[in-house]
T-cell receptor
Framework: EPEVTQTPSHQVTQMGQEVILRCVPISNHLYFYWYRQILGQKVEFLVS????????KSEIFDDQFSVERPDGSNFTLKIRSTKLEDSAMYFC????????????FGEGSRLTVL | QQPVQSPQAVILREGEDAVINCSSS?????VHWYRQKHGEAPVFLMILLKGGEQKGHDKISASFNEKKQQSSLYLTASQLSYSGTYFCGTELASNTGKLIFGQGTTLQVKP
């Protein structure tokens, strides 16, 4: 069964460092997303991406965050200067079609900022 | 914009039934239900489209009341494996397909 894969599974970084989280969405999917989940809380939308550009972003997704799809398969989330409150599980998700299609989640990347 | 789930937590004995509700103040195009176990990714259960559709999968079913913008997840004859946190994700008619998730309902099934 096709799946969304994410690396790394866990990253520990110092405050102020840059972090890149990587995702390989399902190959025939067209819509890509990043969500985050602070421990014990709900899953929060960060950004949606379609046709090589951001289609929507939340207020959480400020100038410290960026996404790109550099090579047609990987989908990355970059946090330029990490803060303690960026510690969370980051989920990549992809979808083949809107409205009726299932949103497939990756296993997540746990980010710990010290 | 965030949907509201109720109850926040449920404790059941094996074999008992539960209902989890999800309400939105916005007109929804679809409602998605996910279950998440501790430390794992959310796992898709089902999608309900506008039109009052009811779906089922094994002993888990759901309904969507378009007039009330409300969805309910029904878990019957619960099993230990049903334990986890259940999230509803709501989708408005848009061209981005983002889901906004409720705060979750923690379900614990005891032997």
């Amino acid at each position: 069964e096709p799946e969304v894969t994410q690396t790394p599974s866990h990253q520990v970084t110092q405050m102020g460092q840059e972090v890149i989280l990587r995702c390989v969405p399902i190959s025939n999917h067209l819509y890509f997303y990043w969500y985050r989940q602070i421990l014990g809380q709900k899953v929060e939308f960060l950004v949606s991406f379609y046709n090589n550009e951001i289609s929507e972003k939340s207020e959480i997704f400020d100038d410290q965050f960026s996404v790109e799809r550099p090579d047609g398969s990987n989908f990355t989330l970059k946090i330029r200067s990490t803060k303690l409150e960026d510690s969370a599980m980051y989920f990549c998700a992809s979808r083949q079609i809107l409205n009726t299609g299932e949103l497939f989640f990756g296993e997540g990347s746990r980010l710990t900022v010290l | 914009q965030q949907p509201v789930q109720s109850p926040q937590a449920v404790i059941l004995r094996e074999g008992e039934d539960a209902v989890i509700n999800c309400s939105s103040s916005k007109a929804l195009y679809s409602v998605h239900w996910y279950r998440q176990k501790h430390g794992e990714a959310p796992v898709f259960l089902m999608i309900l489209l506008k039109g009052g559709e009811q779906k089922g999968h094994d002993k888990i079913s759901a309904s969507f009341n378009e007039k009330k913008q409300q969805s309910s997840l029904y878990l019957t004859a619960s099993q230990l494996s049903y334990s986890g946190t259940y999230f509803c994700g709501t989708e408005l008619a848009s061209n981005t397909g983002k889901l906004i998730f409720g705060q979750g309902t923690t379900l614990q099934v005891k032997p």
